[in-house]
């Protein structure tokens, strides 16, 4: 069974039933493949549990701190579900963040080594003192389409266009998020469009990667070369806030790597938001 093609003709005609043919036409294009974890399924992911690194890699630190592992991703393994746009067909990586407070958010270039993700062979790695470990938790994988958030800037634009579009589509949104994640379901997730807390990820990784000020962003700041760059930002993966782990990103929040297709996944950018 084509997944994305049953949950596609399910949101044409959630959409017909509440706009018009045109708007209908403009919203379906803009959906994207993505991957639940954390519901049943066959192929599983594991976060937490014991650390991997490459054969003779130093355990990473940032600012005097050792990172904390937070769990490995087989990207072959999930090569089933078809092409997720954002995540590489092969490979394996693995993931590492300061985790704990006070923690990088992403929002300065010199904050760069404050998380890592590592490709290539892995192997079990030993913590060294004062990193953080957190329980191993193996997650289902499921596949589902993602929606843009109602802050995404290409929402903005459509309520330009049709006015009164957008207050509809925000409860829209809202009833299909609650399909796919359940309130008692922590919002992990692999590809697509990110669950937002604040404001789009995109501008924010590519204005902290290069050195901007993320203080003075608005949407007001990006040039036509901009809006192109950000496009090039697609999430890779969003890890929640999680009890079963110990996580807590904020208030609480969910921390979000993003990777370019032209990039290695060891040049990913995270970014966090918290309520």
């Known amino acids: 069974m084509d997944h994305f093609a049953v949950q596609l003709q399910r949101l044409r005609s959630l959409f017909g039933l509440f706009f018009a043919p045109e708007v209908t036409a403009v919203l379906l294009p803009l959906t994207r493949p993505a991957l639940r974890l954390g519901v049943e399924g066959e192929v599983t992911v594991r976060l937490g549990g014991t650390p991997l690194l490459p054969a003779g890699e130093p355990w990473p630190t940032w600012d005097g701190r050792p990172l904390d592992f937070l769990g490995v991703i087989d990207f072959a393994e999930l090569a089933g579900f078809g092409e997720i746009p954002g995540l590489p067909g092969t490979g394996t990586a693995a993931f590492y963040y300061a985790s704990e407070a006070p923690r990088p958010w ?57 006015s009164g579009v957008l207050p509809v589509y925000e409860q829209l949104h809202a009833a299909w998020s609650q399909h796919a994640w359940p309130d008692d379901i922590p919002v992990h997730q692999l590809g697509g469009w990110p669950a937002l807390v604040q404001r789009p990820v995109g501008p924010d990784c590519l204005f902290a990667s290069s050195g901007r000020d993320l203080d003075a962003l608005t949407s007001a700041d990006l040039s036509p070369d901009d809006e192109a760059a950000v496009e090039e930002w697609r999430l890779l993966l969003q890890l929640d806030s999680d009890k079963r782990l110990g996580w807590l990103w904020g208030d609480p929040g969910r921390v979000y790597f993003c990777s370019r297709d032209n990039e290695p996944l060891e040049h990913t950018w995270l970014t966090v938001q918290a309520t």
């Open 106 to 162: 992403g929002d300065e270039a010199g904050q760069r080594d404050g998380w890592r993700v590592f490709t290539g062979r892995l192997e079990t790695a030993t913590a060294p003192p004062g990193a953080s470990s957190y329980p191993e938790c193996e997650l289902g994988v499921a596949p589902f389409l993602s929606l843009p958030s109602p802050q995404e800037p290409v929402l903005q634009s459509l309520e330009q266009t049709y």
